[in-house]
């Protein structure tokens, strides 16, 4: 894998305890990994890019220790360069607050190993602390909260896991055939509003949902603010924090958003095209600080319906 490119920073996989058929890391990690040949596992320990949390060195036959951290490097073959810039809106010592582009991933992921928000981030200041403190689809643009120091990381991952952090975002997509009768008429008036709750499950492939019979385990609120020319801008506020709750959300009310490559059809992959982002964007995002009890209200600009419809 001499000429495939490699991650700058490290990556790292905890040791479970409830593993007790894997002798060695080596073996776990081929196990862990089925998408990485167990050659490349056994070149990258070879050559000395597996090691332990110290730095120690791991070898092929490195005993298996429950609950320790392995770090590795990622290596893709080609990496592409993802032309669009984050810009730090706001930071303390504590945490920053980010726009992050389209296209742009926030950790590696698939064919990106180095062109990530977390790893531009800590090069632009230093900090190998930075770690982002929630989601968002590489798709999806718009504003993220990463923690800048381990001592408080809890803290700022809890705003989330709690509720206690609110998000609106804001999308823009056909508009269904009702709401462009409705406009035919003279009869619609803004906002108009949806309350979309269901069960939502992966289903095949696995990185895509779907809505299921069952309890409830999503909810969004959908505003529906501006209309022109037969689209729409959106304004969605996700109450549940599921993988594509909003993507599928807006199909389900017959308003797949513009640009959605996963739904209502997956397209077949493709190179990225810069000039057709998804058009959904986390627009704000309020708290209150954990650590000073400050109200924190950050937002980036948003769509402009009219000059995005205009570019079509």
Not at 214 to 228: D, P, Q, T
Not at 268 to 288: I, N, S, V, Y
Request: some cysteine.
């Amino acid at each position: 894998m001499s000429s495939s490119v490699r991650a700058t920073q490290a990556s790292y996989v905890v040791l479970p305890d409830t593993v007790t058929d894997k002798p060695t890391v080596f073996s776990f990690l081929v196990s862990r990994f089925p998408a990485i040949a167990e050659s490349v596992w056994q070149t990258r320990i070879l050559d000395g890019k597996v090691h332990w949390r110290d730095g120690t060195s791991i070898t092929l036959e490195t005993a298996f220790i429950p609950r320790e951290r392995v770090y590795y490097y990622r290596e893709v073959e080609q990496e592409s360069i993802i032309p669009f810039e984050e810009q730090i809106l706001r930071q303390t010592s504590e945490f920053m607050l980010v726009f992050k582009p389209h296209f742009l991933a926030v950790n590696p992921s698939g064919n990106f190993v180095n062109e990530c928000l977390v790893n531009r981030l800590r090069i632009k200041t230093g900090n190998q602390e930075i770690v982002a403190a929630h989601r968002l689809d590489r798709a999806t643009a718009g504003v993220m909260l990463l923690s800048l120091s381990s001592a408080t990381r809890h803290d700022y991952h809890e705003l989330f896991k709690s509720g206690q952090i609110r998000k609106t975002y804001q999308a823009i997509a056909p508009l269904s055939s009702e709401i462009k009768a409705m406009i035919a008429k003279g009869t619609l008036t803004l906002p108009m509003v949806w309350t979309v709750k269901n069960r939502l499950q992966k289903t095949v492939p696995s990185f895509l949902m779907c809505i299921s019979d069952g309890e409830a385990n999503s909810h969004s609120k959908i505003r529906l603010i501006e209309v022109y020319n037969g689209y729409g801008l959106f304004e969605l506020e996700p109450v549940t924090g599921r993988t594509h709750q909003l993507r599928v959300h807006m199909m389900s009310l017959g308003m797949p958003l513009l640009n959605d490559r996963l739904y209502p059809e997956l397209l077949d992959k493709a190179p990225d095209d810069f000039a057709k982002p998804l058009k959904l964007m986390a627009q704000r995002l309020c708290f209150t600080d954990p650590i000073t009890q400050e109200v924190v209200d950050v937002s980036c600009n948003g769509f402009n319906l009219r000059d995005e419809v205009g570019l079509l």
